[in-house]
């Protein structure tokens, strides 16, 4: 079975997925590690491993990449982000297929002028409604795999209000997304919303101080939700372990103790050491032993 199957059959379950959100392989095993049952791979967290804000500032190459990267680390389904598609609705046909091509199981596309920002941050543009449902109906048509999950992320709340937003997340289902992304719904009354008034699968955004209020994710999947992504939330523990590590070094000349406090084998044993010793020696012949004379 494909990842994207595998991610489709976790949807036909009851519940909510939640896939918190990678940057890298490290991000990537560990999410698998801590045995949740699919990765996102955040936008935002992989423009800071280039050193760049989430303002659409890397192409579809690049972000291609980066998704291969954590699809091989993770043995998990992951979910990326496809940003705007990167361009037109022919863009969008090649980015489907070359997310697809490296193992990815699904993706989001949204509503932005290009180059977007990040979704919680003010002063947004979107593009026509027609101009992005025509990228949805390209999405839907570009898969070789029918359970590759194409998700509508629309950026219309902020710009056009919360009727618009619904609008657009219901025509993006009826022109071949399988799942709609209302993002940024900026009170709780419209999180509670989202998921009665959109005709079909529901995925939550749930970004910490950002535009949306903090929900306990079991309220969310009572709501209807069916997936959840939490994007910053390894990408913002890494800034402040790391600013926390550095000070410390910096005032006491010493390597700081870290939580936790690992050896170098366990380190490395975490992004699979222990296979790859085995390995070492498993494909060599065994030289016969000469007979005694």
Same mark, same amino acid.
């Given at each position: 079975?494909?990842?994207?199957?595998? @991610?489709? #059959?976790? %949807?036909? $379950?009851?519940?909510?997925?939640?896939?918190?959100? &990678?940057?890298?392989?490290?991000?990537?095993?560990?999410? #698998?590690?801590?045995?949740?049952?699919?990765?996102?791979? *955040?936008?935002?967290?992989?423009?800071?491993?280039?050193?760049?804000?989430?303002?659409?500032?890397?192409?579809?190459?690049?972000?291609?990449?980066?998704?291969?990267r954590i699809v091989r680390a993770a043995e998990l389904p992951v979910i990326a982000d496809a940003d705007t598609g990167y361009g037109n609705a022919l863009n969008t046909v090649r980015?489907?297929?070359?997310?697809?091509? =490296?193992?990815?199981?699904?993706? $989001?596309?949204?509503?932005?002028?290009?180059?977007?920002? =990040?979704?919680?941050?003010?002063?947004?543009?979107?593009?026509?409604?027609?101009?992005?449902?025509?990228?949805?109906?390209?999405?839907?048509?570009?898969?070789?795999?029918?359970?590759?999950?194409?998700?509508?992320?629309?950026?219309?709340?902020?710009?056009?209000?919360?009727?618009?937003?619904?609008?657009?997340? +219901?025509?993006?289902?009826?022109?071949? &997304?399988?799942?709609?992304?209302?993002?940024? /719904?900026?009170?709780?009354?419209?999180?509670?919303?989202?998921?009665?008034?959109?005709?079909?699968? =529901?995925?939550?955004?749930?970004?910490?101080?950002?535009? *949306?209020?903090?929900?306990? %994710? +079991?309220? /969310?999947?009572?709501?209807?939700?069916?997936?959840?992504?939490?994007?910053?939330?390894?990408?913002?523990?890494?800034?402040?372990? =790391?600013?926390?590590?550095? #000070?410390? @070094?910096?005032? $006491?000349?010493? $390597?700081?103790?870290?939580?936790?406090? @690992? *050896?170098?084998?366990?380190?490395?044993?975490?992004?699979?050491?222990?296979?790859?010793?085995?390995?070492?020696?498993?494909?060599?012949?065994?030289?016969?032993?000469?007979?005694?004379?």
């Amino acid at each position: 079975m494909t990842e994207a199957g595998k @991610l489709r #059959a976790l %949807l036909r $379950h009851d519940g909510m997925i939640v896939a918190p959100g &990678a940057y890298d392989g490290i991000t990537a095993k560990l999410v #698998a590690q801590a045995g949740f049952s699919a990765v996102y791979m *955040t936008g935002a967290g992989t423009s800071a491993t280039f050193g760049y804000p989430d303002f659409g500032l890397l192409t579809m190459t690049e972000m291609v990449s980066n998704a291969a990267r954590i699809v091989r680390a993770a043995e998990l389904p992951v979910i990326a982000d496809a940003d705007t598609g990167y361009g037109n609705a022919l863009n969008t046909v090649r980015t489907v297929r070359e997310y697809e091509q =490296c193992g990815v199981a699904g993706i $989001h596309i949204e509503d932005q002028l290009s180059p977007k920002k =990040c979704g919680h941050l003010d002063d947004k543009e979107i593009v026509p409604r027609e101009d992005w449902l025509a990228k949805i109906r390209a999405a839907a048509y570009a898969r070789r795999d029918p359970d590759f999950l194409i998700i509508a992320r629309t950026d219309s709340r902020a710009v056009a209000g919360f009727e618009e937003a619904i609008a657009r997340a +219901n025509a993006a289902l009826q022109a071949g &997304a399988n799942m709609a992304f209302v993002e940024a /719904a900026q009170t709780m009354e419209e999180v509670a919303a989202i998921p009665r008034r959109v005709a079909g699968p =529901c995925l939550l955004n749930v970004v910490r101080k950002g535009k *949306t209020p903090e929900i306990d %994710l +079991n309220e /969310a999947e009572r709501m209807g939700y069916k997936l959840a992504i939490v994007p910053g939330l390894l990408f913002k523990a890494a800034i402040g372990a =790391c600013e926390t590590a550095l #000070a410390a @070094l910096k005032a $006491h000349h010493r $390597h700081p103790v870290l939580q936790p406090d @690992l *050896t170098v084998r366990d380190a490395f044993n975490r992004m699979g050491a222990e296979d790859w010793d085995a390995m070492r020696t498993r494909f060599r012949a065994e030289v016969p032993r000469r007979a005694a004379e």
